[in-house]
């Protein structure tokens, strides 16, 4: 999608390449605000909501009533309620410039600069045993803008999905995947996976350092709508580079691609399927996918959620209950949520045990509006194609099939590691996604915040199409499933290994943060 919302502040940090967007995650300068109360004398969060500054730009206007200063009150006094390590918030003075600059500074989110780096900045700030932060994840977005996303899988773009393979001098920007029907698909000839960006706008990507490229990398690689940027590409298999301009428009992403069915030994089936986004949209595709996968007779499912960062927890039971059946999932939990030590009732909630969902929900709003029987697969064995972005609700299927008897072969590179999720909460036209509970499977596991290990280890294979049964990732499960060992003939990990130090991710995927999370239905 090649916009700034496909990664936090604390990953741009990281990147020499986005350096010239860092100024967007700290706050601004001057002004000042009411003082926010101690933890230990907030008000409910209830008594500030929905009073807001009458210069914030995305709040509603009949709102704007009250002041910044009430708005980081409601922040505060909803972090202490809700937020799953709300005693270990950090001291904040809220008067504090970074806190109180000027409302119509937007961040890449769309969210008022002050705002969000107050939010940030009451994160706990505990790490894991591999010396990473616990909350890697907390955010805030506009709400208009998650409603786009989170229901259609719309947001500004190309349509070309980027992974960075190294972002330091040398760099290296190759195109994952491309969603059909947007620019990148319809250029002549079409930008596809594999593809390595050389240039932009005629400043070198792979090794231009200088102040004045980097903001042009920048602007090209994170544009907004209507923009128009030179592209100069170096196609998988090319030794020829080439150039196309790409326009950039609002793209409705498609999150399952690529259903097909492989032949396998004695004359059995294997079906794969790409899945790249828990969105709702996802649904109905889903729906087909599995459909056609059982008309086919499939033996053996090869899932790839290598890009697939997460998005609605409903979607992810229903993805496994389609693979597992009723025989493994009936009166079985999905996910069991677990909330701060205040949200007791939360936690004890019947509402609180996703099952593995069997029906359709067809979502409107934030409501399930049909009650449809799944399909199923009914396998006792799925393999999954795994990488560092493999995240969230990603990680509750895998978790959840575990947890109730499944075989389930990784196959790529460890996961990103959060058994964390949240509820929007919207607030002045903002939607704050405060982490709010850890998920355990039907055993009561849930400890993978370092990441599940894959069972054999295999590189995306950017040479080759998704799906192309010799494409590495893909060539490595069908190998495992025929021999059951790993390429090479090594044997197999354990089903369920933790790194003791978990690895640096092999690249770093270029999209919304939105898609790296597990979300519940919004609360309003």
Known sequence: MFRTVGLDCARLAN??????????????????????????????????????????????????????????????????????????????????????????????????????????????????????????????????????LSQSGQSAGYGANVALLATTVPRKAVVAYTDPNTPAALAQPPVTRGAQILALDGVDLVNDNTQAGVAILNKALFPNVNEAHLFTLLDAGSSTTRTVTLTTQIITS????????????????????????????????????????????????????????????????????????????????????????????????????????????????????????????GLNTVYVLTQGGTCSASESIINALRGVGLTVRLIGNTTCGKPYGFTAKDNCGVSYFPIEFKGTNQVGFGDYSDGFSANCSANDDFSKPLGDPSEGQLAAALTLRSTGLCPGGTAIKPQVALEAAKPSPSYILLRNALLENRWLLPQR
């Open 254 to 377: 498609t999150p399952v691609q690529n259903v097909k069915t492989i032949p396998g030994a004695n004359s059995s089936t294997v079906g794969y399927m790409l899945f790249n986004a828990h969105l709702a949209s996802a649904e109905p595709l889903l729906v087909n996918g599995i459909n056609q996968l059982k008309t086919a007779g499939v033996s053996d499912l090869v899932l790839d959620l290598r890009y697939n960062g997460g998005g609605y927890l409903y979607v992810a039971s229903q993805l496994a209950y389609m693979i597992a059946g009723p025989s493994s999932t009936t009166n079985k939990i999905f996910e069991k949520l677990q909330y701060n030590d205040k949200r007791t009732a939360d936690t004890n909630s019947p509402s609180s045990s996703t099952p593995f969902r069997n029906v359709t929900c067809n979502l409107n709003g934030n409501a399930c509006t049909s009650s449809n029987p799944l399909p199923y697969l």
């Open 15 to 148: 990147l020499l390449l986005l350096a010239g967007l860092l100024a967007s995650c700290g706050g601004g300068g001057g002004g000042g605000s009411s003082t926010v109360a101690s933890s230990n004398l907030l008000g409910p969060s209830a008594q500030y909501a929905q009073q807001c500054d009458p210069s914030n730009p995305v709040a509603p206007a009949a709102n704007k009533t009250s002041s910044l200063g009430t708005e980081k009150q409601w922040i505060r006094s909803y972090v202490n309620e809700a937020y799953l390590w709300y005693n270990q918030v950090p001291t904040v003075d809220a008067l504090a410039a970074s806190y109180s600059g000027p409302m119509s500074s937007l961040n890449a989110y769309n969210v008022p600069t002050p705002l969000d780096s107050y939010f940030r900045a009451l994160k706990t700030p505990q790490i894991t045993a591999t010396g990473t932060l616990v909350d890697k994840f907390s955010f805030a977005y506009a709400t208009a803008d998650w409603n786009a």
